[in-house]
């Protein structure tokens, strides 16, 4: 069948799988890419040999990031993070954490996926300071939400600590390496979503 251009815009003959590869792309289709995943980036953190450092009422950076560069400002970026953590010693805090963002070149502050405030506890994207972690332990707290940084410049997502009692330490347990006690991954992944 002969394509043929019509006058009211139409075109007839093309068949699916006409047009040649990269013609066309997300930006040109009917409704735009909505919903479309349009980019991801991650990082997996293995290693065991980091700290952070009890200071009650402050977020401490984490050890590891992950950076993305919207395609488009009214994209959303799907962030999950996982931490994996146990304590220096007994009486030590759980892996609570913040994800805190950078646009650009700008500082880190805190994304609204907080928890709201009370009294003077301090507010986490996964809260909880757990008493009582023993050196025997390793617990591994995840977090997934939607942001909405409305921005092209990259974008840098980093988990922030707050460490009030003992030592986390970053993928393990304890401060010895006996054979019942493992090691872990921490690890951000964000992923832009096309605005719907």
Excluded: W
Excluded at 2 to 23: C, E, H, Q
Excluded at 28 to 45: H, P
Aim: charged share 10%; with cysteine; proline share 3%.
């Amino acid at each position: 069948m002969a394509i043929t251009i019509n006058g009211n815009g139409t075109v007839t003959g093309i068949s699916v799988g006409g047009l040649p590869d990269g013609i066309v792309d997300s930006d040109t289709l009917a409704g735009g890419s909505a919903g479309s995943l349009l980019n991801y980036k991650t990082t997996l953190y293995t290693a065991v040999s980091t700290s952070i450092s009890a200071s009650s009422g402050t977020f401490q950076a984490g050890p590891f990031s992950v950076t993305i560069t919207p395609k488009s400002a009214s994209s959303k970026i799907l962030v999950m993070c996982h931490v994996t953590g146990g304590s220096s010693g007994g009486n030590g805090e759980g892996p609570a954490f913040q994800i805190q963002r950078k646009i650009g070149s700008g500082s880190f502050a805190a994304v609204a996926a907080i928890g709201d405030g009370q009294g003077s506890s301090a507010r986490g994207t996964v809260g909880g300071n757990y008493d009582d972690l023993t050196t025997s332990e390793t617990l591994t707290f995840g977090a997934q939400f939607v942001d909405a940084p409305a921005t092209t410049s990259a974008v840098e997502y980093k988990p922030y600590f707050n460490v009030t009692n003992g030592d986390l330490l970053i993928n393990r347990a304890g401060l010895d390496n006996s054979a019942e006690k493992q090691t872990g991954t921490s690890a951000i992944t964000v992923i832009e979503v096309g605005a719907g």
